[in-house]
């Protein structure tokens, strides 16, 4: 191997070390939504992302609504990415969220906040700024965005040797397909993709199957866009994820 490539497997290897990505709200690979975290409900996450030649590490979360008011929402939450050492391997999120219709009924939501906010130097801190507008349609919620990398330059670096620190988000989100069987409430479809020769260049979607209105599995592939960044790293270029979402209305009404 050359130095070159060696170089590049080096940065890969960093970049993808600790999983994908943090997990604040999102769609299937990215933060491209306006949903925010219900107030005061705890929901956990367990997500996998795995193929034959390689894995990502494990993602296991929490993130909490902070509060609901009619013009302003926030969320914040913690990832951490096993196996490995946790110091290493902690990431936060936050974002702000005016609600869709909340200035007037035609009005998109907006969210923007920040997630992958590490604490190691060219391990964790990507530092991932984002912002999103959401609009539901009759074809369902879609989502339209940009993302900027704040943070180590070493962890933007793309298979091309460049620094490639930006690039846009879209998503879509079926709407409800009502079910109602013992089990099984409802499933959606869903996708979504991130521009960028960089470690979060990615096209993925899926299904979702609900269980009940709290615990759901989303699964289907993603699709890296620099191949050669994650061929370095994991020997692949895809990869199937299983993702495991529960919400804990510990305070819901009765």
Do not use: C
């Not at 990615?202 to 699709?223: E, N, S």
């Amino acid at each position: 191997m050359n130095s070159a490539l060696k170089a590049l497997a080096v940065a890969a290897l960093l970049a993808v070390a600790q999983g994908a990505r943090a997990t604040p709200s999102t769609t299937f690979w990215t933060p491209a939504t306006t949903y925010t975290q219900p107030a005061l409900v705890p929901h956990l996450t367990y997500d996998t992302y795995f193929a034959e030649q390689g894995a990502l590490q494990i993602d296991t979360g929490l993130e909490l609504g902070l509060f609901s008011l009619p013009y302003l929402q926030a969320e914040a939450g913690v990832d951490f990415f096993y196996p490995g050492d946790t110091k290493k391997y902690v990431q936060l999120n936050a974002k702000l969220t005016l609600p869709e219709g909340a200035l007037a009924s035609w009005a998109p939501g907006l969210s923007a906040g920040i997630a992958n906010a590490g604490f190691e130097k060219d391990v964790s801190d990507y530092h991932l700024l984002h912002a999103t507008l959401g609009k539901t349609t009759p074809v369902g919620i879609l989502g339209v965005g940009g993302y900027y990398g704040a943070g180590s330059k070493a962890l933007w670096t793309g298979s091309d040797g460049g620094v490639n620190r930006a690039g846009f988000m879209a998503s879509w989100v079926s709407p409800d397909v009502t079910l109602s069987l013992p089990g099984l409430q409802k499933i959606v479809f869903l996708a979504d993709v991130a521009t960028g020769k960089n470690w979060m260049g990615a096209a993925g979607g899926g299904i979702g199957l609900y269980f009940t209105p709290a615990v759901d599995v989303l699964t289907g592939p993603v699709f890296f866009l620099d191949h050669d960044y994650y061929r370095a790293a994991t020997g692949t270029d895809w990869m199937w994820t299983v993702q495991l979402d529960v919400d804990v209305e510990l305070l819901a009404k009765k």
